[in-house]
């Protein structure tokens, strides 16, 4: 530990004083420091670098003495003895009464002095009566002077201070407010210590969640650490000692994260994630990550917080808010209701009987008046958690009941999450403890893995419920005439559980939920379509975002997979449920209607409707007809548009589509100057906008640096060439903002973009043969998990086309300088379908181009895409 500051330097000159004494204090923390590196105390740095704060405050005192009888304490963390590395020194500055003019000033010079020596002081100056005011309208600002410690000044006023305080403390009062407070912490935080990025100080299972019990046990007289807090029956031994453990662990999390940032951290990014789990000394594993490695650990910790946390409070509650008088319910011979919570009669029930560990999430289901668990009851079931062995797992009994919670008509989302958290559905399902707190690099889950498939469990759940029927409607009609909704639960279990261990999850997740079926004696048509939907579980998405649903072939094709329509409507719920269980970034509007119309193409397909192009297109031109005469245009109006347009431009374009396009182009069909139309999208998100101009090489590459311009991100865009020579391009585009805020853009958009395809040579960045500064910018998570490359180079079926997928991540301006790769190589541009999930885009093109049709100029145009993408 370092040596007290010497009096020598204070006697500096007055000028090398200031100086001297940060000096003194940098050179203490790096010898403070140095020794923590050594043996890794956590309590041990925290308490050297609060003693060294503190000595320094005294010395400079000298200097700067403190107003006539006032006190000197610290608050807040500083207050209870720990001071991490670059933290805030909280000060309270106690008089006796409001400050005279001379008072402000001597204060003023301490508070500067404290910033010249290199300190980052918090103060407030206040009277104890001020102190109890605010403490009253603030139960922040009561915690942090619950935790005031002397440094200096007046002992006599600081017993004042500390004498009003116990006086004024309300145990119950403050019980509820730090309830509400950490409460409101855990809204912030959406509830889940399974952040990808959490705050391990204030995320739910962090730092904070400690100190909040340690806070309230204190103010209630349990105790004031953890060993006293167990001493007061709050907390077995076994616990305390697990509490103690994560706190130390969660202490050193955060002053490593302050070493290696040299700030005040306190979340661990992306970018701070792999160099903190070098710190740790942890190497890749398999198929994982360090830093896949080092989260998980935290994660589990962060879990067993939450555990405990959740027990604490209740049994907190039970000694603040006795009732005595109030008598137990039974429920049956093993379980009753006490206070509103399921308890159980005996203390060892679950030892003596483990298959109680499953049926009391049962109970739970089929009892609604039942509002939680008791603390007995949570603390109990956490503690047999490792009655749950290879045995339990065989006991037909116990396979029963898991299957029953998949079968009950309420609570199974609050079971199986209840159950996860108490470690009893990790247990149960073995495969799942695999993916407890496991992240995924993929850069569009924005939960972990367990979390996100307790997300889709959720998601299928709310199909089923009519107050959110409205949200989903065609999901909520179909899952109503659904047989079996508990398959497509048990689907969501198994869909992802073999994430994270290198080859295909899918296949790998087929065999897991082949496997349970077999040990839980599922039929064989249930059994076929749990296997089924895991297998398949990517196959709509991919389709409906990268195939083009106008072509039969490709309706048929799918609905020869998908076999029959409760498999169909099976895996539409499921993919529905699965992409909305992602990320908020993912879903949208578009994305829902390409699923939509897939699954309703190949529901027909799979009644017998066999697509006929011809029925299709002359069905589309009528229905478009008749929106034209509503409109108010003659009978032949159309005729001269729609002879340029060929069979493909009509199977690709919904009637209501062609009917706009046609009102606006019907009497501009030779138009010199461009055409640019835009309105709100039909399908309720972004903008849909129709370009039509006399075709030219780089058309599609302009479009697309001015949408970068714009920040549109580009969803669909559907490329035509008339047969006279001009181009008929539509483009589905996000917005950022309020569909108010879209809707002004609408009149942006149009004579912006006109006058940009006006000038093709005047536009400059748009011109082919010019470099365009695009500054792509990536977010962090994709800097920190790159995604590599790729594309796939096919020709399509038909032998006339060829298809071109790419994946990448994402960033400004990816699309535009694909887009100038097609002009360089003479790549004609048919129609594009863009996929972007979260930070990762996987877009298809259908093109063609003399380029194609030699090897060696083919790799040279792959070699450019590539280049592109980096």
Known sequence: MSAPLSAATLTSPALNELQGLRNAMRAARERAIATYRENLRADGLLTELRRIVDRTLVALLERHPLPEGATLAAVGGYGRGELYPYSDVDVLVLLRQPPGAEDEARIGALITALWDIGLEPGHSVRTVEECMAEAARDITVETALLEARYLAGSR????????????????????????????????????????????????PGGLRDLQVILWMARAAGFGKTWAQVARAGLLTADEARHLRRAEQAFKRLRIELHLLTGRREDRLVFDIQPAMAKVYGIEAGGARRPSEMLMQRYYWAAKLVTQLNTILVQNLEERLFARPGEEAQPIDEDFRSLHERLDMYRDDAFERNPTLLLRAFLVMQQQPALKGMSARMLRAIWHARRRIDAQFRRNPVNRHLFLSILQQQRGIVHELRRMNELSILPRYLLPFRRIVGQMQHDLFHAYTVDQHILMVVRNLRRFTMPEHAHEYPLCSQLIANFDGHWILYAAALFHDI?????????????????????????????????????????????????????????????????????HLTALYLLTVADIRGTSPKVWNAWKGKLLEDLFVKTRRALGGEIPDSRAILENRKEEALGALRLAGLTEDAHEALWKQLDVAYFLRHEAPEIAWQTRHLYNKVNSETPIVRARLAPIGEGLQIVVYVKDQPDLFARICGYFDERHLSIQDARIHTTRHGWALDSF?????????????????????????????????????????????????????????????????????SWILSVTASDRTGLLHA????????????????????????????LIDGDTLNNARSQIQFEQDLLEALQ
């Open 498 to 566: 073999a994430k994270g261990r290198g080859g295909d999850h899918s296949e790998l997740g087929a065999a897991e939920a082949r496997k349970f079926a077999r040990e839980h004696g599922l039929a064989k048509d249930d059994a076929a379509l749990l296997e089924f939907l895991v297998r398949q579980h990517l196959t709509l998405s991919s389709v409906a975002q990268k195939k083009d649903l106008s072509d039969p072939q490709v309706i048929q094709e799918f609905a020869a997979l998908m076999g029959d329509t409760r």
């Open 156 to 203: 006599t006023l600081m017993r004042q201070f500390e004498t009003a305080m116990r006086g004024r403390l309300d145990k119950r009062a403050f019980f509820h407010d730090k309830q509400l407070e950490m409460q409101q912490r855990h809204t912030k935080y959406n509830y889940t210590p399974y952040a990808l990025e959490p705050n391990c100080k204030e995320s």
């Open 732 to 800: 589905i585009v996000l917005a950022q903002g309020t569909p108010s805020e879209q809707r002004s853009l609408l009149s942006l958009v149009e004579p912006e973009l006109t006058q940009r395809l006006a000038a093709p040579h005047a536009a400059g960045p748009a011109s082919a043969g010019e470099t365009v500064p695009l500054g792509p910018r990536q977010s962090r998570q994709s800097r920190m998990f790159p995604i590599t490359p790729a594309i796939e180079l096919r020709p399509d079926e038909r032998g006339q």
């Open 818 to 845: 694909l887009a100038r790769t097609f002009v360089k190589h003479g790549i004609n541009l048919k129609t594009a379908k863009v996929m972007t999930l979260g930070e990762r885009v996987e877009d298809t093109f």
